[in-house]
């Protein structure tokens, strides 16, 4: 059975600056995808990066990327130019590309505190 | 375009009634996936369906059931209510099976829940 685990419960970063939140999972399997999902106060879970891990490339979504790196299975969000809407708890996740419909493992969460 | 939508968004409910949760997918959406979020827990697999079956189902006992409708939409049902299914109750939606080279359009995209509290 695959893992996710995120070794930071709680993490605070000041307005404008930048926050690397860790990630890493435990797999057999070649294919595979992962996410990061943030939930904010409002609680619904919102996609923010995905990454599939045949590609070497890390994904970019503005001021969203990864560091994937694939052999010390590890998968950290950075979070540059940190904004007060990005406080929120972030939830990484891992789904098998083995066969369709898996669902989705996921970590057990970081709370990010923006400072003003 | 819509994302996926829950209803009702809060439910309260005393120990051995039933519950009835509600979600409508993104349009174009035939998978749906019930997850549950309880305190102390973390987020948990509960139910995956399909056009209109039930393609797996996590860890959790036959009071948790539900089914999908042929506009894709879903209910999960919950009988025989105990203290600890007091949860977070959150539905995704994806697009359907598919074969290997597409399986990122598999992404799961979630609603805003139904909190559910069990007295």
């Known amino acids: 059975a695959q893992t996710v685990t995120q070794s930071q419960p709680e993490m605070s970063v000041q307005e404008a600056e930048t926050v690397t939140l860790s990630c890493t999972y435990d797999?057999?399997?070649?294919?595979?995808?992962l996410f990061w999902y943030k939930q904010p106060p409002s609680r619904q879970m919102i996609l923010v990066i995905r990454?599939?891990?045949?590609?070497?490339q890390n994904a970019t979504e503005n001021r969203f990327s990864v560091n994937f790196q694939k052999a010390a299975k590890s998968f950290s969000l950075k979070i540059s130019d940190s904004q007060l809407g990005d406080a929120a708890m972030y939830f990484c996740?891992?789904?098998?590309?083995?066969?369709?419909?898996?669902?989705?493992?996921f970590g057990e969460g970081t709370q990010l505190t923006v400072n003003p | 375009e819509a994302g996926v939508t829950q209803s009702p968004t809060h439910l309260i409910k005393t120990r051995g009634q039933q519950a009835t949760l509600r979600c409508s997918p993104i349009?174009?959406?035939?998978?749906v996936y019930w997850y549950q979020q309880a305190l102390g827990l973390g987020l948990q697999f509960l139910l995956w369906?399909?056009?209109?079956?039930?393609?797996n189902r996590g860890n959790f006992p036959p009071r948790f059931s539900g089914r999908q409708f042929p506009n894709y939409s879903s209910e999960l049902n919950v009988n025989a209510l105990e203290l600890e299914d007091s949860a977070l109750y959150l539905c995704?939606?994806?697009?359907?099976?598919?074969?290997?080279?597409?399986?990122?359009?598999?992404?799961?995209?979630f609603g805003p829940g139904t909190r559910l509290l069990v007295l």
């Open positions: 369906y399909d056009e209109g079956e039930e393609r």
């Open positions: 995704a939606s994806s697009q359907g099976p598919s074969g290997r080279a597409y399986r990122m359009e598999e992404t799961q995209y």
């Open positions: 797999t057999s399997e070649s294919d595979y995808y």
């Open positions: 990454q599939e891990a045949y590609k070497q």
């Open positions: 996740a891992y789904r098998s590309g083995e066969t369709s419909g898996s669902r989705l493992t």
């Open positions: 349009s174009g959406h035939t998978s």
